[in-house]
């Protein structure tokens, strides 16, 4: 799937981690075991099925997935496909099935503090035992809290695998995603800017895919801001194709990260604060609509992201139109 | 903004939607209801006034879509908050185009609910 030898690396991390993907919608599917029907029944197969396939996938050397992309088993591509939507199908139930009793929890959690911090509580509960009983309650919420993250990344992942594209008017899908983000922000004094070059013109690409790609990054970029400062978001036209720029005020990357920054599960956020997946994910997202993203950043002086596009519709796989880069 | 802010749940899941109410109620400028469909949520609208309505997407009956559309064609004045474990961005945008205030993603903390119900109430209570 990947278009270039230089992506194909991170390419089979990310079988790796659709390895792990299955393997955690399968015990998720064990533990479902109750709400199990036929139809679960027919998916599971076919995920037991995918997760071969991606283990096989990610033990093959990274020269062979190069290979595949000049090769012509597009029927082989065509049963991958339908096996990983399947499988993103899955994923998507599960993450859907959790995140209920999960906000259930959460809200015990916080019913628990609620009633904790009555007066009350401190003459019934020995200090002691008040303090302990606050400390894991917290701790209820920390790992709520990574579930969510866990599961909310399983949702953005699990998108159909098809890009369906479309003629996109590139600065309104931004503006829909800044509005999700911006009010959030304006609290700690993050200025949303856009600067959107006029004459762009439509882009063919796939908007609810590409949506994925620039909530990740607005997020990450108002997150690095924290408080007092911008994030300018602008599109204009590359030398290859049209691109959208992501552009924070933050404190930048650190040279050591900076080939790291799209591995799976790598992050530079306190344990529970992050998964690692938002940028792998962006990156596989770009990947998969013929683009790329690249990265810039002066330590201190924030970062920038750019989401390079094809100026045509190019799909990765499968069909009968495929990229041959010399 | 001295009277408190009327906040209707519409969640199909009872031990959410009752929890919220129990939370809700801590903060002493929110009253909080509970209805279990799109229906009753309607029901209950067309009967009692209400500030800001917390919309669960995927319900049996009417689900966010419709229940979205029926207040905004009732023309009762209330914000809409899309609360929901079932989502994605393409459903928030949509919801959001069809006059949702905002969007949150299951589970989130009773504070970040609660800070979005008074924003929704401020603008609310702006626009009157």
Request: contains cysteine; proline residues 6%.
């Amino acid at each position: 799937m990947s278009p270039t030898a230089v992506l194909a690396p991170s390419a089979g991390r990310m079988a790796g981690w659709r390895a792990a993907l299955v393997a955690l919608a399968l015990a998720g599917l064990v533990l479902a075991g109750g709400l199990a029907g036929p139809g679960w029944a027919a998916l599971l197969a076919v995920g037991a099925g995918a997760g071969a396939w991606a283990w096989a996938r990610r033990r093959r050397p990274v020269e062979v997935l190069a290979g595949a992309e000049a090769g012509v088993d597009i029927n082989e591509r065509l049963i991958q496909s339908q096996k990983m939507a399947a499988l993103g199908e899955i994923a998507a139930g599960i993450a859907h099935e959790i995140n209920t009793p999960l906000a259930v929890i959460g809200q015990i959690a916080e019913w628990q503090e609620h009633l904790l911090s009555q007066p009350g509580a401190s003459s019934a509960v020995d200090s002691g035992v008040a303090k302990e009983l606050a400390d894991t309650i917290a701790q209820i919420h920390a790992q709520v809290g990574r579930c969510r993250d866990i599961t909310h990344n399983m949702l953005a992942f699990s998108r159909r695998s098809d890009a369906i594209y479309q003629d996109t008017d590139l600065a309104r899908l931004l503006e829909d995603m800044i509005r999700l983000v911006e009010r959030e922000h304006r609290a700690n004094n993050v200025v949303f800017l856009r600067e959107n070059e006029p004459d762009l013109g439509p882009v063919a690409t796939d908007p609810q895919l590409l949506r994925q790609v620039a909530l990740n990054l607005l997020n990450n970029a108002a997150q690095a801001v924290g408080r007092d400062g911008t994030v300018t978001v602008s599109t204009h036209q590359g030398p290859d194709g049209p691109c959208f720029t992501v552009r924070d005020t933050g404190p930048g990357i650190a040279p050591e990260h900076r080939t790291r920054i799209f591995n799976p599960f790598f992050t530079t956020k306190p344990p529970g604060k992050g998964t690692g997946l938002g940028l792998s994910i962006c990156l596989a997202i770009a990947t998969r609509l013929g683009g790329t993203i690249t990265v810039d950043s002066v330590p201190g002086k924030g970062a920038a992201f750019t989401v390079h596009l094809p100026p045509t519709p190019q799909p990765q796989a499968p069909g009968p139109e495929r990229r041959h880069t010399p | 903004m001295s009277d408190a802010i009327r906040v209707l749940i519409v969640d199909d899941e009872e031990d959410f939607r009752t929890n919220l109410v129990k939370l809700l109620g801590i903060s002493p400028n929110i009253t909080a209801e509970a209805v279990g469909s799109g229906e009753a949520a309607l029901e209950w609208l067309a009967a009692n006034p209400c500030d800001v309505v917390l919309l669960d997407v995927k319900m049996p009956g009417l689900a966010a879509h419709g229940t979205l559309k029926r207040i905004r064609d009732g023309g009762y004045p209330v914000e809409v908050i899309i609360l929901t474990g079932h989502a994605s961005v393409d459903d928030a945008v949509e919801l959001m185009n069809l006059g949702a205030f905002d969007y949150l993603l299951k589970p989130c903390s009773t504070r970040e609910i609660v800070k979005k119900v008074t924003w929704a109430f401020e603008s609310h209570t702006g626009k009157k």
